[in-house]
């Protein structure tokens, strides 16, 4: 494919002084070569005597706090530098690009990952986006140079703690007076910059809401007090205080965008947050499912039933990353619809890896928190995961965007919308650079629909070799009557009936939708592959008959050579120490138990 070249910036605020105003740490151009570099540098993390390994992890997790020597590494590799957009100085080009080099810092620890990095960025989000070229120069300096952002989020009717709290904004001559408080803010103690998301007007609906640039060193003798810091369950190492506003005098200059803008802002660049965090919380499960293959292997010869559980998490972890791969790239390839596909992966992927959890804790031992490496790893994954699908990217909010659109796209995609790019699965190939301003919150088509739709016309009509190709046709074809099954269902409700949009039946119609998007995702990824393991039928069979049993499909057993074939290549890339996702990357951990 002939590589595309990168759209020019966003905004009509982009001028090239200003913007070059930060220049990231001297690094290698490609990030796959800058995130096998952190791998390495992170060492094999279950050596006892790595001062960055599970053991030293857990540690400091034990003592609430984020592992020192593993923040010093990442400023020592400018990572920072990582979460710049590159049209301001830094290495972000590319969504797909920036999960590759989160992957070696959640596969060790979620909280250092989301602590660290990828908080800031989705605080600084908005401002990439919308923001003027000081608001962006300012932001870019701050994250390239190591410094955190924090994010103050509006508060929602379904809210956690996480969520409670709001603050108010209301214009007060030419500037604004905030009054209000958020009592869980991560980083709110370390951040050099606040990006609120405050109700600017009384009156309800989207419009009442804007995006506010503060500074909280300037603030805290003008009305801004520091909460103390909350302990949690999951992502203890992270620090959340809070913030009360009292009568604090913010500049109109702070505003980011237009006034009003905020929810759309919001929904805009949650689409990166959402395909972000599920694309680097794949790593953390391959964690696991590598301790849980060392424990099988350590008493013997696996037994059928865990490389039942192996072999099927491993086609899980394929078929997560086929979707959230997808995803990824369509931020840049089809940034107007983006957002259905962003909130369908946020949606269904986490509940899977939980699943996944679930079935390796029967491989693993079912104990509780203890200092073994193996057994301690899972318990605070178990732990960390729910933390970080909370909040405004957690379930609700995306039923919230998928619902509503299910009737529409029942009308006028499904089964009739063209096939999207290839590129959007070849992990490998070339897209345009990441443009948060670009990205819509509406309309649209279905592109994972038209890729499940176009996979299983080839496969019909051409057929594939190999033992597993009639009944990965058989499997295609079944998930393709399930997608008209969805479509009528879906036809039967009126786009914009508030009451039967409503109505308990809809979430389960989200359900079969997500289902079916990772389906198509994964057949997907496999026909992009001409050679290798994922160039073979039998990983795409076993993930689509696991997403089956959650549609409840009546679907032929797989033969066992079909799963004993999977296996295979995964404990090849254990013994190897290679990654079990797409890229199948070398890591720095050892494979022999």
Same mark, same amino acid.
């Not at 390495?40 to 279950?46: Q, T």
């Given at each position: ?62 003592? *609430? #706090?984020?592992?020192?020597?593993? #923040? ?15 049209? +301001? ?23 250092? /990952? ?31 140079? %190591? /410094? ?31 009054? %209000? ?7 709110? !103690? ?47 190492? *992270?620090?959340?205080?809070?913030? !009360? ?14 006034? %009003? ?61 086929? *979707? ?92 009739? #919308? ?71 269902? *879906? ?9 039967? +949009? ?92």
């Amino acid at each position: 494919m002939t590589p595309q070249t990168p759209p020019a910036p966003p905004t009509p605020h982009t001028t090239t002084t200003t913007l070059r105003s930060v220049a990231a740490p001297a690094a290698h151009p490609d990030v796959r070569v800058r995130a096998a570099q952190l791998e390495r540098r992170f060492g094999d993390p279950g050596d006892p005597a790595n001062p960055l390994g599970f053991r030293a992890l857990l540690d400091a997790d034990s003592d *609430c #706090e984020l592992l020192p020597q593993a #923040e010093e590494l990442l400023d020592g590799e400018g990572f920072g530098a990582e979460l710049v957009p590159v049209f +301001l100085g830094g290495r972000l080009r590319d969504a797909d690009g920036l999960v590759r080099m989160l992957r070696p810092v959640f596969r060790r620890d979620i909280a250092l /990952g989301f602590g660290y990095g990828i908080t800031s960025l989705f605080a600084a989000a908005p401002v990439f986006a919308a923001g003027s070229a000081e608001q962006r120069a300012s932001v870019a300096r701050l994250l390239a140079s %190591g /410094g955190r952002a924090a994010i103050v989020h509006r508060s929602l009717a379904h809210g956690t703690a996480m969520l409670r709290g709001e603050v108010d904004a209301m214009p007060h001559g030419e500037d604004y007076l905030l009054r %209000g408080r958020k009592d869980v803010v991560i980083n709110a !103690e370390l951040a050099g910059a606040v990006v609120a998301h405050v109700r600017t007007d009384p009156a309800p609906g989207p419009a009442a809401h804007s995006v506010l640039l503060l500074d909280p060193d300037r603030l805290r003798d003008n009305g801004l007090r520091l909460l103390p810091r909350r302990p949690t369950t999951g992502m203890r190492g *992270c620090r959340f205080a809070g913030y !009360e506003f009292e009568d604090c005098r913010v500049p109109s200059d702070a505003l980011v965008g237009a006034e %009003g803008s905020g929810v759309r802002l919001a929904l805009r660049t949650f689409q990166l947050n959402r395909t972000l965090i599920t694309g680097a919380v794949i790593a953390s499960v391959d964690t696991v499912l590598r301790s849980a293959v060392r424990t099988a292997l350590a008493a013997g010869t696996l037994k059928k039933r865990q490389r039942g559980v192996l072999a099927g998490v491993f086609a899980d972890l394929l078929a997560g990353d086929s *979707c959230a791969t997808a995803v990824l790239r369509a931020l840049s390839l089809l940034p107007h619809s983006a957002h259905l596909a962003a909130a369908g992966l946020k949606y269904l992927v986490p509940d899977l890896l939980r699943d996944d959890l679930e079935e390796l804790a029967t491989v693993l031992g079912a104990g509780g928190y203890r200092r073994d490496t193996d057994q301690g790893m899972l318990s605070k994954l178990l732990r960390d995961l729910p933390a970080a699908g909370l909040g405004h990217a957690g379930t609700a909010s995306c039923q919230a965007v998928v619902i509503p659109q299910l009737p529409l796209l029942a009308r006028a995609s499904w089964t009739t #919308e063209p096939e999207p790019p290839p590129a959007l699965f070849a992990p490998d190939a070339r897209v345009p650079a990441l443009d948060l301003a670009a990205l819509q919150v509406a309309g649209g088509g279905d592109f994972l629909a038209a890729a499940l739709d176009a996979a299983t016309a080839r496969l019909t009509e051409n057929g594939t070799p190999g033992p597993y190709g009639d009944i990965l046709r058989t499997l295609a074809t079944a998930f393709r009557n399930a997608l008209l099954d969805l479509q009528a269902d *879906c036809r039967a409700v009126e786009p914009g009936d508030r009451a039967a +949009l409503t109505s308990p039946a809809m979430p389960a119609l989200a359900d079969r939708h997500a289902v079916l998007s990772v389906a198509g995702a994964a057949l997907a990824t496999w026909e992009q592959h001409t050679d290798g393991f994922l160039a073979d039928p039998a990983w795409p069979a076993l993930a689509l008959h696991r997403l089956g049993r959650r549609l409840g499909l009546t679907l032929p057993s797989l033969p066992t050579s079909c799963v004993d074939h999977v296996t295979d290549e995964l404990l090849t890339r254990f013994t190897t120490g290679h990654s079990f996702d797409l890229t199948n990357a070398p890591l720095a951990e050892a494979g022999t138990p």
